[in-house]
C-alpha cells in the first residue's frame, strides 16, 4: 500500500517500541525541517491519492488531540488531493480549534432511545440511555459489558483521562461528583474549603470538556455514567470525608433537602444527622399526604438511631391511620424517655382517640403544667377539653375551651375552632358553633392549626352538622362534599363514612328512604372497619329510624339491640348516643301501646339530657312525653306543645316539619299541621333543586294523613 513512499513513511507506523534500532531517531529527523517536512507531507498525500483512484470521503477522528504539523497538513491535502469528495474531522465539543477552513460545522447531539434502542436493543435501551445521556461511546460500552459491570474500563478510562488532562481542575470536579448530580458551588466551597470564583473556572473548563454542563447559574452532571466514573476514582477516607463534611454544614439549613443531608450523613458515618434528617423528610411526606413515604422515613430514622422525635412523628403517621395501638406504642416509648414534652401532647391525643378518656384529661393537664411553648399548653387545653366532653362532662370542657381562648389571644394563637363548636352544637348553641366556625374570634395565626387530636376536615364536617342541624341542608351538604374530597385527598380513612352517613340523614328528612340506607350502610361499614365506634353506632341508630319511618318495627328493634351492643362499651359522645337510643326505645314502646312505660322512658331521657345541656334531645323527649301523655288520655296543652314545635327547626334540621305533623296526628292538635307545612316549605327552600320534588312529594302525603290517623314513626 505504501508503495514507493514506505522508505518515508514506515518509521512513523509503529509505536517507538516497534521502530527497530534508530527508528525512532529517523522518525523524528522527518519533522526536524521545512524540507523534510515538506517530503513527509507529499509522501502522505501521494499515498493517499493512491488509495483513493476515485472520488472519496477521508474521516480523521479526534482532531482536537492534533498536533501542529497533523494540523498543517490537513490544510494541504484539501488543495493537493484533486480525487478526496469529502474530508470529515471529528472534534470534542469545548476543545476545537480550526484545523482547516470547512464549508459545514455540524454539532453532533445525544443519540434519541429510539436510536439507542437499535445499538442496545430496545429492553436496555431507556435505562442506558438514562445513564450515558445518550452518548454512543457509551452506549455502545455498556451494551458490550456485562450486565453486573457498572461502569466499563474503557468508559472509566475514557473519562478519567479527560478529567486529569484538566490539572488542578480535575479534584474539584472528582469531589463535586462525590457530592451529586447538581453542583452546589457555595456547599462545594466550604466543603473544600476554597475560593468559589477557582471553584467556577474549575467548573468551566469541566463544561468546555464535557464532564459537566453549565446550567443557567449553576452547574450539573448531565451523564449518570459521567458523575459516576469520576466519583468512582475518589475513595476511602477522603469520599466518607466529603459526604461527612456536606452533611454537617447542611444540616444547619433549614432549607436543605432532608433527603440528601441525610444520605450524605449516612455515606459519612454520621448517624445522628441522618437520624434528625430523616425524620424531617417524614414530615415532609406527611404534610402533602404521602403516608406510606412518610412512614418509610422515619422508619429508616430509627434504624441510625431511637430519637424521641422519631418516635412522635411515627406515633402521628399510625394515629392519622388510624393505627391506634401502633400509634400507643410509640407515644410510651417517647414518654419514657422523658426529654419532649411533646410527648404528652401526642400520648394524650393517643389516649383520646383509644377511648381512654381520664388518661387523656391526665396528660392533657400534665402538658399544661410543664410545657413553657404556648402553643403546647393550647394543645393541653384542647386535649383535656375534648376528652371531657367525649365523656359527657361539658361543664369541664366549656371550661377549659374559655381557657384554651385566653390563651390563644395571649399569645396571639389560634386555637382549633371545629371542637369547641362540636361542643355548642350538642349544646344546641347553633349561633355560636357557627361563629366560631365562619369567624375567626382566636388569634392571628394560621387558619390550620397543627393538632394531634384534630384535623382541618373536622372544619368540614362540623360545620356542615351545625349547618344541618338548623335546616340549612345545601350548605351543610357542600361543607360535608367538601370534607369527603379532602378526606380522599389526605387518606384520612377514619372519616371515609362521614360524608354518606350525613347525606342520609338528609335523605331521611325528604322522604328517600332507599337512598338514606345506602348512605347508613355505607357509614356504618366504614365505622366499623376503621374501628370508628362513634360513626358506626350514629349509622346503626339513623338506620333504626329509616326502619321505623319505612314501618318495619321487627328490624327497627334488631337495629336497636345491635347498637346497644355497640354502646356497651366506652367511647367518645357514648353518653349522647345512649340517650338517642333510649329515646328511640321509649318511641317504640308507645308504638307498640305502652304509652305509659313510653311517657315514664320519654321523661327519663329528659332529665338526663338537661342534665348534659344536650337541648336536642331534652325538647324530643319532651316532644314523645307529650305524645305518650295523649295517647293514653292525659291532657295537652295546644299552646304548649305548639311552642315546643317551633323550636324544633333549631334542633332537629330536616326532621322538623315531620316531627310537628307528627306531633299533631298524634295528640290532635290542629294548629302543629300549619305550623309543620311552613317548617317543610323553609326546608324546601334550603335544598338542591334536585331534591325538592321528592320533599313535596314526601310532606304532601304525610299531611294529607295528619287529620285522620297517627302517622308511622
Known amino acids: 500500500m505504501l508503495g ?28 526536524a525541517s521545512p524540507a523534510a517536512t515538506a517530503i513527509l507531507y507529499s509522501a502522505l498525500i501521494t499515498v493517499i491519492r493512491r488509495i483513493c483512484p476515485q472520488p472519496s470521503v477521508l474521516l480523521v477522528d479526534d482532531v482536537h488531540n492534533a498536533d501542529p504539523a497533523t494540523v498543517a497538513w490537513l490544510r494541504q491535502i484539501t488543495q493537493r488531493a484533486p480525487d478526496l469528495l469529502l474530508l470529515v474531522i471529528t472534534i470534542q465539543p469545548g476543545r476545537q480549534h480550526r484545523a482547516t477552513e470547512v464549508d459545514r460545522v455540524i454539532t453532533v447531539g ?50 478519567g483521562n479527560r478529567c486529569d488532562s484538566l490539572g488542578e481542575a480535575s479534584e474539584t470536579l472528582r469531589a463535586a461528583a462525590v457530592l451529586g448530580t447538581e453542583v452546589d458551588i457555595d456547599l462545594l466551597a466550604r466543603v473544600l474549603r476554597a475560593d468559589p470564583v477557582t471553584l467556577i473556572d474549575h467548573l468551566e473548563l469541566g463544561a468546555r470538556s464535557a464532564l459537566v454542563a453549565e446550567d443557567q447559574a449553576t452547574f450539573v452532571f448531565p451523564h449518570a455514567i459521567v458523575r459516576d466514573a469520576l466519583s468512582s476514582g475518589v475513595r476511602g477516607a477522603r469520599r466518607r470525608l466529603l459526604h461527612r463534611e456536606a452533611a454537617r454544614i447542611l444540616a444547619k439549613s433549614a432549607d436543605a433537602d432532608p433527603l440528601t443531608v441525610a444520605e450524605h450523613a449516612r455515606l459519612g458515618g454520621e448517624g445522628h444527622i441522618a437520624a434528625v434528617a430523616l425524620t424531617r423528610a417524614s414530615v415532609r411526606a406527611a404534610e402533602r399526604f404521602d403516608h406510606a413515604a412518610a412512614l418509610q422515613r422515619v422508619d429508616e430514622a430509627l434504624t441510625f ?41 401526642v400520648a394524650g ?131 360535608w362534599n367538601r370534607g369527603a374530597t379532602e378526606v380522599a385527598r389526605q387518606g384520612l ?73 355497640l354502646t356497651s362499651e366506652d367511647f367518645a359522645y357514648r353518653w349522647r348516643h345512649l340517650l338517642r337510643l333510649d329515646l328511640l326505645r321509649a318511641r317504640l314502646m308507645v308504638h307498640d301501646g305502652d304509652a305509659e312505660r313510653g311517657q315514664q322512658s320519654a321523661i327519663e331521657v329528659g332529665e338526663r339530657a338537661r342534665q348534659h345541656q344536650a337541648r336536642r334531645y331534652a325538647l324530643l323527649a319532651e316532644l314523645l312525653e307529650t305524645e305518650a301523655r295523649g295517647q293514653i288520655g292525659g291532657p295537652i296543652d295546644a299552646t304548649s306543645l305548639t311552642a315546643l314545635c317551633e323550636q324544633l327547626p333549631a334542633v332537629a334540621g330536616p326532621e322538623a316539619w315531620r316531627l310537628t ?49 297517627a302517622l308511622s314513626g
Open 661 to 709: 305533623a307528627d306531633a299533631g296526628a298524634i295528640t290532635g292538635v290542629a294548629a302543629c299541621r300549619g305550623l309543620a307545612e311552613r317548617q317543610a316549605a323553609r326546608l324546601a327552600a334550603s335544598l338542591p333543586d334536585a331534591m325538592t320534588a321528592s320533599l313535596r312529594r314526601y310532606a304532601g302525603t304525610r299531611l294529607a294523613r295528619i287529620s285522620t290517623s
Open 349 to 479: 391525643a393517643v389516649a383520646f382517640y383509644r377511648r381512654r378518656f381520664e388518661r387523656a384529661r391526665s396528660l392533657a393537664g400534665a402538658l399544661r403544667e410543664r410545657a413553657a411553648d404556648p402553643r403546647l399548653q393550647l394543645e393541653g387545653l384542647t386535649i383535656g377539653a375534648r376528652a371531657a366532653h367525649a365523656a359527657g362532662d361539658l361543664t369541664r370542657a366549656l371550661a377549659l375551651f374559655g381557657e384554651a381562648a385566653e390563651l390563644a389571644q395571649r399569645n396571639g394563637l389560634r386555637a382549633p375552632a371545629s371542637p369547641y363548636a362540636f361542643l355548642q352544637v350538642h349544646r344546641g348553641e347553633i349561633d355560636a358553633a357557627l361563629r366560631l366556625l365562619e369567624v375567626s374570634v382566636w388569634g392571628r395565626a394560621t387558619p390550620t392549626p397543627s393538632s394531634t387530636v384534630y384535623t382541618a376536615v373536622h372544619d368540614q364536617f362540623i360545620s356542615g352538622y351545625a349547618l344541618a342541624t338548623v335546616g340549612r341542608m345545601a350548605e351543610a351538604q357542600e361543607r
Open 4 to 31: 514507493p513512499e514506505r522508505a518515508v513513511l514506515a518509521p512513523l507506523l509503529g509505536p517507538p517500541s516497534e521502530l527497530g534500532p534508530g527508528g525512532y531517531t529517523a522518525a523524528l529527523s522527518l519533522v
Open 493 to 565: 380513612t377514619r372519616y371515609a363514612g362521614m360524608a354518606p352517613n350525613f347525606n342520609a340523614w338528609v335523605q331521611r328528612g325528604i322522604g328517600e328512604l332507599n337512598a338514606a340506607r345506602e348512605g347508613n350502610a355505607e357509614g356504618r361499614a366504614a365505622g366499623r372497619d376503621a374501628d370508628y365506634r362513634e360513626l358506626e353506632v350514629y349509622a346503626v341508630l339513623d338506620l333504626c329510624e329509616v326502619e321505623m319511618l319505612d314501618g318495619n318495627h321487627a328490624e327497627a328493634r334488631v337495629l336497636l339491640d345491635a347498637a346497644a351492643e
Open 110 to 159: 445525544p443519540l434519541s432511545v429510539q436510536a439507542a434502542a437499535e445499538i442496545v436493543g430496545p429492553e436496555r435501551a431507556v435505562s442506558l440511555h438514562r445513564r450515558t445521556g445518550g452518548n454512543p461511546l457509551f452506549l455502545t460500552a455498556l451494551a458490550k459489558a456485562p450486565e453486573d459491570v457498572a461502569i466499563p474500563d474503557s468508559v472509566q478510562a475514557a473519562i
Open 305 to 345: 438511631e431511637t430519637t424521641t422525635g422519631a418516635l412522635l412523628r411515627r406515633a402521628r403517621i399510625h394515629l392519622s391511620q388510624a393505627r391506634y395501638v401502633e400509634a400507643e406504642q410509640d407515644a410510651d416509648a417517647a414518654l419514657e424517655r422523658g426529654d419532649d414534652p411533646r410527648a404528652l401532647e
